[in-house]
Every structure is written in structure tokens, then in C-alpha cells.
């Protein structure tokens, strides 16, 4: 009886997820597929990494941070364009983009320096 109570109140959540999530605009939800994008590669080479082995662990190291960090800067982008968000009311979409790009720029050269 408890199992079924149970069962009902995690559909429920997210079925109020799902409802909640289609209300969000299309900008913010290209930026989560890009963020899940990166993620999901992160751990394919993680798990690469695991099967066949860490030879070049630089090369490793560089990939992984890459994905992580790409992943980071976007999610600081969707906070910044999230109409939502009562923070960032003064900084325009432009700017944040801007921001993400050049921040990306510095990410990926010091990435490119660590791999050699």
C-alpha cells in the first residue's frame, strides 16, 4: 500500500515537471540540450577511458575539463538570459553571449596549452 502511495506522488512530480519544463521558452531549452550534449560526452570519455585505458592522460584530462567547463559557461549563460531571473535583469542577452564566447575562447586556449 505504502509502494503504490509512493508510485502516485513520484508520477505526480513529474508530471508537474514535464508541465512546468513546457512552459520554458525555446532559447533556454537549445541551451540544456547543449549542456546535456557536453555532459554526455564527458562521460563517454570517461568511460572510454576506462575500457581502453589513460594512455595520453593529458590528452584525457584536457577532453574532459573541456566538456565540463563548456557545460559550466553554458549553464552561467542560460542563468543569464533566463527572463526569470531577477539578477541579471541589467545584463543584456547580447552581453552574455559575449561573455560565454570569450570566456570559451580563454577555456579552450588554456586547454590547448595543457594538452602541449
Given at each position: 500500500m505504502g509502494r503504490s502511495s509512493t508510485v502516485k506522488e513520484t508520477q505526480a512530480l513529474?508530471?508537474?515537471?514535464?508541465?512546468?519544463?513546457?512552459?520554458?521558452?525555446?532559447?533556454?531549452?537549445?541551451?540544456?540540450v547543449f549542456v546535456g550534449f557536453a555532459v554526455l560526452t564527458a562521460i563517454i570519455q570517461v568511460v572510454y577511458m576506462a575500457v581502453v585505458g589513460s594512455f595520453p592522460f593529458n590528452s584525457f584530462l584536457s577532453g574532459v575539463l573541456s566538456c565540463i567547463g563548456t557545460a559550466v559557461l553554458a549553464v552561467c549563460l542560460r542563468i543569464q538570459v533566463n527572463k526569470d531571473n531577477k539578477e541579471f535583469k541589467d545584463v543584456a542577452p547580447e552581453r552574455a553571449f559575449a561573455d560565454f564566447i570569450l570566456c570559451n575562447l580563454v577555456l579552450h586556449l588554456v586547454i590547448m596549452n595543457f594538452m602541449g
Open positions: 513529474f508530471q508537474s515537471l514535464r508541465s512546468a519544463y513546457a512552459a520554458t521558452p525555446n532559447n533556454l531549452k537549445i541551451i540544456d
